[in-house]
């Protein structure tokens, strides 16, 4: 059955249902983006957003929640970022999540545009909190630009949260994500995975170890993982060790 995610979200019934493997999403809109939703088994009890990357849709990811990681009880929503000029493709428009200049860790970043997206995710988490969904049991994640904006967003948000999933990714915006700055919010020691294959030659693995250090000053429950010869992609056993982690923090939801 198809469920409204709160009165910010309106379904269109002229859009497609799309279908891979075994798995259907449909497309819910916000007046801010649409959103690839995998509805829950069984009564609704927690949501996990997920941003896909640079150049890529919510359709895919949600089709991999839905066929790998398929708890009992979970709510899955992969919005689509918005279509805009990316300077790093030289300027061509795509989804894209906030404007990227250079591949370097240091390059100079696009603060506007990251909190923007940031406010979009935020805007999904108070939507499922009036859907009755308690923030602790809302994870934020992402992959690669996605993931760094789940980061974020995460960190920042202003009630706890269940966790954290970062995919390849790294953490945006690092002079604000501080101990000093973050001293007393609610998230500064939230559960995070970060994950990343040891053969990334788009988001070296290099600044996923960098962020978990940076994290690490001031949050002790961030957890890396590195996987051998794996290319800015995910595995089979990383969706595992993704899917072992959100049971661990969310808890027995099928009761």
């Known amino acids: 059955m198809l469920k409204v995610l709160s009165k910010a979200f309106e379904y269109n019934s002229s859009t497609d249902l799309f279908k891979i493997g075994n798995c259907i999403s449909r497309t819910f809109f916000t007046v801010d983006m649409s959103a690839h939703v995998i509805e829950p088994k069984g009564a609704h009890k927690a949501s996990v957003i997920f941003l896909h990357g640079l150049g890529d849709t919510g359709q895919g990811w949600s089709c991999m929640m839905r066929e790998d990681l398929n708890l009992d009880g979970v709510k899955f929503i992969c919005p ?14 795509m989804p894209a999540w906030y404007d990227i200049k250079s591949l370097s860790f240091d390059c100079e970043e696009d603060g506007p545009g990251i909190k923007q997206s940031a406010e979009l995710v935020h805007k999904l988490i108070e939507g499922e909190e009036k859907a009755g969904i308690p923030t602790d049991k809302i994870v934020v994640g992402g992959f690669s630009q996605g993931g ?102 969310l808890g027995d939801l099928s009761s």
């Open 148 to 249: 760094a904006v789940a980061l974020y967003s995460g960190l920042t948000y202003k009630s706890k949260l269940a966790g954290i999933v970062g995919l390849s990714c790294y953490l945006p915006l690092r002079d604000e994500i501080t101990r000093e700055k973050l001293e007393g919010t609610p998230n500064i020691e939230i559960k995070t995975l970060m994950c990343h294959g040891d053969s990334d030659q788009v988001v070296f693995c290099q600044f996923g170890e960098m962020t978990k250090e940076w994290l690490s000053r001031f949050n002790p429950n961030v957890t890396f993982k590195k996987y051998a010869n794996l290319p800015h992609s995910s595995c089979p056993q990383e969706m595992r060790d993704v899917k072992t982690f959100l049971t661990d923090i």
């Open 80 to 93: 689509n970022a918005p279509t805009m000029p990316v300077t790093l493709n030289m300027g061509m428009r």
